[in-house]
């Protein structure tokens, strides 16, 4: 899976217990902000994500992880590129509660 | 192959025929239905009790007369979320009236326990590890039910 | 209404203990994800874009004003203060943490309530009239029926582990306000001149990716044999239903792939061979849940009193108020007060645990206590002495919560979308918000009658846009959202699947492109009264398509 994206990835995954969205950081924990992301951009990089994935369901800390491909914004902030992960690590678009 | 009855992992002597293999004639086995069809005279001087394999597409109902004869049932779960073998037990044990061992194969779960016996199964043979704490606890949680079913345990709504 | 007995009580507490076992089996690494999956959502728990969502089973809509606040109590509690009701008469939550689930279950089941089979490849919650019990045009109550249904459709030991989910809509009115055409199976319950109930049984109707217009294949089941007429349809689609392929597992492939008339010969057979004294519900057991559905306690009330009539002359915003949202009523001197959850440019559906709080005391107050919910997102208090129905509207202006729309075309059918749904490919609530914000005008929303609108951010069609007289469905197009319009959708007794009328606009456009279809019906229509569905009925699509296209 993480092979067919084209561009620098990240791993994005949700809590088990609480399911907030999370992303894996440089350090091999998870952390709520994407900026934190640890990002794979060679060729050998992105491959070992699926070996990461392995590893970090067998932690049952995080489920549903799977490789988004994030860009720079202007402000060289990390963006994701769908316009489904930008809504998921922003939150609603929309004034709720 | 140790098999689960009356919540508890029991050792199981039921020998799988498959296509070409020898088997002593007094041994108990389980027979697929397709090699029950082409090669029932192979069986002819069979003196070990003969149960029946049959898979999720077939219409039960069709083999009345091998289910009869039969001396236990198998139903298979190819994969949990697969619910034919519920409808198949059903109309097994409430339409053809079999009342000898109801056996399913494959991936049960513990928590798909208490559905399968209201269905009417009463052995399961089942792929992973078996954890009778578990098993026990699991289907013990439910002691009501809304349905009438075969043999059922459950209090109902009288 | 139907109130548990210790029984229902029993059976509801044992479900919330096992799935308490069941998530920390989970949560202990006991239970893979894989295997806990069809669990969760068998208790209605998903995961969703942002968190886990929970959907609490609300049995064909109705609610008592206990419950109401006991939802609302779960708002505050475990989630952000608010809950979402759903077009299937459901209500659900956004934020929970699976670690608090097992104390919400316990929660609901203080009050009677649960969120089985809220979710997965089960018999969902049955459906039905949100007007049941009390519509004018109603022949017979279909709620006792749903509630059997309910009870003989949980934790079914044969059904589930179908091929997909499975929903059942029951109505007794001759409006369809329940859509049973657009049902895996739809019921018509009916009375015959001996004064016998019978169901009128369709099969095989549904939207999503391949909508279809339900088929009659029984008429007149009686009562003793709806429950083995059901086992036999639905042993027919475990055993034979589609398995390879999640997008053709719906019953209506299956109708459309056999054929109607094969499929039904299937089910006699079936039906014919079943016990069926040992599949019905035991003798007494009807008559027990009938007598949970007599009629409340009506006082001799004056149709149309003084008060009430003066108020509508005296107060235009309460008169529009009557006009849009106060139905018919069986008894005279009473009405069916629709209170909409569609306020101008708000969130279809969306009510915080101050409005459920404060919908739970004025039901109290004026209803008997009981609340409705519809497939369309509203709420409905359905026994409301005329009388009352002033100073209950004065009590829902300052919540926000008399917005004089129900059925005018900012009361739309709106699904969660991109903003919240993990299927989603485009966002359906700020196309809903623009929408309404381009017809808030009360005099020309009036002007222009009755119009069902109906977004979907999917092809799953959650928002039901196949049945919207526009619908419009949010699809993903290089990676920007755009929408499809539809017209000529209907999901009432004239059950129709809408056509799509030509490429898409992007989420900025979509609001003119229906203010253009709107003004175009305007022009179009012979008299005010012709609505807009009659009027694409009359002309079809084309002139439509000009007015739409012909700049581009």
């Given amino acids: 899976m993480a092979k067919k994206l084209k561009g620098d990835q990240v791993l994005t995954g949700q809590l088990l217990r609480e399911g907030d969205v999370v992303f894996y950081t440089e350090d091999g924990n ?47 902030k990390l963006v994701p590129d769908l316009i489904r992960e930008k809504m998921r690590t922003t939150g609603p678009s929309i004034v709720y509660a | 192959m140790p098999i689960i009855k009356d919540g508890a992992l029991i050792e199981d002597n039921w020998t799988l025929l498959d296509e070409e293999a020898d088997v002593p004639s ?26 029946l394999l049959i898979s999720n597409d077939i219409a039960v109902e069709d083999h009345a007369d091998l289910v009869a004869k039969a001396d236990m049932v198998v139903l298979e ?82 | 209404m139907y109130v548990y007995d210790d029984f229902d009580e029993k059976f509801v507490r044992e479900r919330a203990a096992q799935f308490r076992d069941q998530v920390e089996r989970r949560l202990s690494g006991k239970l893979s994800e894989a295997h806990f999956r069809p669990l969760r959502l068998m208790n209605g728990v998903y995961l969703q874009l942002h968190a886990y969502m929970l959907r609490v089973a609300v049995p064909y809509g109705t609610l008592s004003s206990s419950q109401m606040r006991q939802l609302a109590m779960i708002a505050t509690k475990y989630d952000k203060g608010y809950g979402h009701f759903t077009t299937r008469q459901n209500i659900q939550f956004n934020w929970p943490k699976l670690k608090d689930l097992p104390d919400i279950l316990d929660d609901l089941a203080d009050v009677g309530m649960h969120a089985i089979q809220t979710s997965g490849n089960c018999i969902r919650n049955v459906t039905s009239d949100q007007w049941a019990g009390v519509a004018a045009d109603e022949a017979t109550d279909p709620r006792p029926y749903a509630e059997l249904m309910r009870q003989w459709s949980s934790l079914h030991p044969e059904f589930s582990y179908l091929p997909r989910k499975f929903k059942i809509a029951i109505t007794g009115a001759s409006s369809d306000r329940a859509a049973i055409a657009f049902h895996d199976i739809g019921l018509q319950v009916l009375k015959n001149d001996a004064g016998e109930i019978g169901f009128d049984v369709y099969v095989g109707g549904g939207l999503g990716r ?35 392929n999640k997008y053709k597992a719906r ?34 057991e009807i008559e027990r849940i009938q007598g949970f559905f007599t009629l409340p306690d009506y006082q001799a009330a004056e149709a149309n009193p003084e008060t009430f009539t003066k108020a509508r002359s005296e107060n235009a915003a309460f008169d529009s108020w009557v006009k849009r949202n106060v139905a018919a009523h069986k008894q005279a001197g009473y009405a069916i007060a629709n209170i909409s959850l569609k306020p101008i440019a708000g969130i279809p559906g969306d009510a915080t645990d101050e409005q459920m709080n404060l919908v739970a005391d004025l039901a109290e107050k004026y209803s008997f206590g009981e609340i409705r919910v519809s497939h369309e997102q509203n709420l409905v208090l359905a026994h409301v002495k005329e009388e009352d129905l002033f100073e209950l509207w004065q009590a829902l202006v300052p919540a926000g919560l008399a917005t004089a729309n129900i059925g005018a075309i900012t009361d739309m059918i709106t699904c969660p979308g991109l903003d919240y749904c993990a299927l989603a490919t485009a966002r359906s609530i700020p196309v809903a918000q623009k929408i309404s914000e381009k017809f808030a005008d009360q005099k020309r929303q009036e002007d222009i009658g009755d119009l069902k609108v109906k977004i979907s951010g999917c092809i799953n069609a959650c928002g039901h846009h196949h049945a919207g ?50 003004n175009r019906y305007v022009e179009l229509r012979d008299e005010a009264s012709e609505t807009f569905l009659q009027v694409v009925k009359r002309v079809g699509l084309e002139p439509f398509k000009e007015a739409l296209y012909a700049d581009h």
């Avoid at chain 3, 014919?272 to 004294?277: M, Q, S």
Wanted: charged fraction near 30%; charge should be negative; hydrophobic fraction near 40%.
């Fill in chain 3, 210 to 244: 391949t909508p279809m217009v339900g088929k009659k294949i029984r008429d007149f089941i009686s009562l003793d044999d709806l429950l083995p007429y059901l086992v036999a349809i639905l042993r027919a689609y475990n055993l034979e239903g589609r398995r390879d």
């Fill in chain 1, 30 to 76: 998870w952390s709520p902000d994407l900026q934190n992301a640890k990002i794979a951009t060679t060729a050998e990089q992105i491959d070992e994500l699926d070996v990461l994935i392995a590893k970090a369901e067998e932690t049952n800390l995080v489920i549903d992880i799977y490789p988004i491909v994030v860009k720079r914004d202007d402000a060289g």
């Fill in chain 2, 26 to 51: 007094s041994a108990d086995i389980i027979i697929p239905l397709n090699v029950m069809l082409e090669k029932a005279e192979r069986l002819s001087n069979h003196s070990g009790r003969i149960a």
């Fill in chain 2, 77 to 158: 779960l190819p994969a949990f979320t697969d619910g034919r073998a519920y409808s198949q037990a059903r109309v097994i044990r409430e339409e053809l009236g079999f009342d000898k061992e109801l056996r399913v194969k494959g991936d049960v779960l513990v928590d798909q326990a208490a559905y399968l016996q209201r269905c009417g199964f009463d052995s399961f043979d089942f792929d992973g590890e078996f954890d009778a704490e578990t098993w026990k606890k699991s289907s013990e949680i439910m002691t009501t039910g809304y349905q009438r079913t075969y043999k059922d345990e459950l209090e109902t709504r009288s």
């Fill in chain 3, 251 to 284: 019953i209506k492939i299956l109708v459309h792939e056999t054929g109607v008339d094969e499929f039904k010969a299937k089910v006699e057979k079936i039906f014919d061979g079943l016990e069926k004294d040992k599949l019905t519900a035991p003798a007494g």
């Fill in chain 3, 469 to 518: 007289h526009i619908g419009i469905l949010g699809l993903n197009k290089k990676g920007e959202e755009y929408y499809q319009i539809t017209l000529g959708g209907s999901g009432d007794e004239s059950a129709a699947v809408g056509e799509i009328i030509g490429p898409g606009f992007s989420g900025d456009d979509v609001a003119g492109a229906i203010d253009t279809l709107v």
